[in-house]
């Protein structure tokens, strides 16, 4: 087995933060939106590096280690935590799990309260997740250190769209004029927001496909094109990418029934044939089988001779793409400091 | 694989071999001369032949010696009528009326396509109840072929019915048991053939879910149909309002259901329908403010349509002096003035379509006190006549008079407007000389047509109904001008005897 010739670390960034208008001064990944094309990349380019790593890393890589990343996260989550758990762990970091259920959130402390204690306790990185959009700012406002939004009600979902991104640049090689069709339930996602503004900046033409219900209003000023029916929306595609459709918003406030919805909107052989040949499949995850996708297409791996999903590609680039947020974010911190000395 | 009966390959079930030629009939002229404003002289009536259930020619000395021949000597021509709203009560319902009594009694009354209303037991708001009410007075033989070898577990709804029986469009509910809560599955509905989705006759409180239904239905462009009163302000049921709110009302020591209701929810679902850009119908409307409110929303280019009936410009909240429980009706029958601007929007053309808003109820729910009685009125069978009582007082032309009851309806509902063309017909103001001979039937389309009588004077009898219910605040009052014959795809469907 051949491994990829380890590279050594690149020099960390050489551009500059652009003048934020955010109360936040310490570095941080709040949103995509703000981050100028360049900036993307670089977090693509590091991300791509340590995909391309060997398994574990050296000591010369384990750039956190002795220091501290708090995850605390205010929603329920599995794979995103595990995966910043994993990402921080690799790099040698000490790793503390947060959950809400844990916290003195419920004994009636205040976001802010949260933040000023735990900023009090010196930690290096913070990985945060609110179920309210907005509150990832709120709280980074208050804390000295860098902070990773890993999610914020219907806001951002930086990390994904990044890991999205670099999923699609591995395999179509550049996201420049492709056409990707996000569907499903794009008013409540975070994960489609981040996504649109990753995708134009890129050059990407993006496409929603959902029911007029699922369309927030005035989405189409973000550069989109809004269809409602998946033959339209599908045609001449090559990435589509499915939203999950929660439970409580399928029966009848938003959508009828999970039959109709599937029906209409959910991705089968039928409705993937609509789209390029060669066209990928995406899940941001977790999947509702039988909703919004077909286990059928799920399952047809890219790995497992010549699938079209990548659902899985996603995974292991999530890992990838939070190796190299961490890193960006504790070097900007480092060079912060340095120059505050 | 087995041959299809001989009857199916070229011909309905029951079409008769022979043709019909309609001789002399006012209104049919040629399809060349559509369009151009002229008398035509009583002795050059052109003859219109239907074969095969269409139009096959229109003109002058057609030689159509085996056609069975109908002299229309004072008879006039007009395109099988269009109901918009009328409640069938079956399944569920059927003491007061089924499908087959709501078909008798359309074609009777020259109607020859229906809409029906969810609000039957079952709701209708599973595709299956869609399916089956659409083919319910479908002939066997035209129903989708279904394997023999297994016996249908569900019998058909249907009983055997002599062929024709007009077309029967089926609305689905807007919301699960009407009860303006949560969507029902309108995609798949409107794949089953619902015609559009209504709670009708019950209000939508929500405009949440007002928003939502009008804004859903747009990836299939669907059509959603409101009913229009406030429902807190004039409730269905105990402690509602039972009649219009002023001084009868007052005087009879009934509760009121205010003007104001209709008018409130009115702006609010034309509101709703301009942020949506979703297809609204409103009906019926029945006060000036309401009707204003649509007629400003027109101008503001909002995609909405409305409609009214005939107890609403025929008549006023005098109907029910003396307790009369055939009067009472939702909305109710209102003051003369909101009867002149239920007139003037049908002149200005602000209200789109006059609808029957057939709704049979039984005797023994009407013969009780006035508050406790049923809401609802019968009238499919008074329909036609009501639109030429609109032309005959100069209200409107023949042609828009019609075009109420055919093509308006029509384009309300996209039905093919290549069955029910009436050309230009609904145009332009024609004088009212030239107009009555300006509507054209053309060849090709079919044959579902009204011969009528335009002078003919006759007296609302409610107890000679088809319809099994009789609840019609309309008995004794002398119409002009009704149905004598109604050809449905072909067939005279309906014949009238007596004269």
Redesign the interface.
Known sequence: MVKPQTKPPQAHPTWQEPPSHSPHTPPGLLGIEGMAAAQITHYLDRAEYYLDQSLPLTSDQKILAGHTVINLFFENSTRTRASFEIAAKRLGADVINMAVEHSSIKKGETLIDTAVTLNAMRPDLLVVRHHESGAVALLASKVSCAVINAGDGSHEHPTQALLDALTIRRHKKCLHGLNIAICGDVRHSRVARSNIHLLTKMGAHIRLIA???LIPRGIEQMGVTVY??MQDGLGDCDIIMMLRLQNERM???????P??YF??YGLDRQKLSYAKQDALVMHPGPMNRGVEIDSEIADDTSSNQGGQSVIQNQVAAGVATRLACLEILFHQTSDARERTK | MTDKPASMSHHPPGTPGRALLLQNIRGGEDANQRGKAHEISPDNLPDILIENGKIAAMGKNIAASDAKKIDGKNLWLAPGLIDLRTQAREPGFEHEETLASLAAAALAGGVTQLCCLPNTQPIIEDPSLVAMIRQALVHPQERPQVSTQIRPLVRPLVRPLAPPAPIIHPFAAM??GLAG????????LHQAGAIGFTDAPYAVASPLVLR?AL??T??FDGLVMTHPEEPTLAPIGINGGVMNEGLIATRLGLSGRPVLAEIIQVERDLRLAEV?QGRLHIGPLTTAGSIEAVRQAKRRGVNVSCDTAPHYFLLTENAVEGYRTFAKVAPPLRSESDRQAVLAGLADGTIDAVTSDHAPRAADSKRLPFAQAAFGVVGIEILFASVLWLYHQNIVTLPKALALVTTQPAKILRLPLGDFSLGDLSQGDLPQGAAKNNYGIQVGQVADLVLFDLDQKWTVDPDKFRSKSKNSPMGGMIMTGRVEKTIKGGIIAFNREEK
């Not at chain 2, 809560?181 to 798949?188: A, C, K, N």
Request: glycine share 6%; aromatic share 12%; charged share 25%.
């Open positions: 029911p007029p219900t409602h029916d029966n009848g406030a938003f959508v009828p029934s039959r109709e029906h209409f | 919301t699960k809560q949560e969507l029902t599955e309108m995609g798949l939502r804004s859903y747009r990836f949506t």
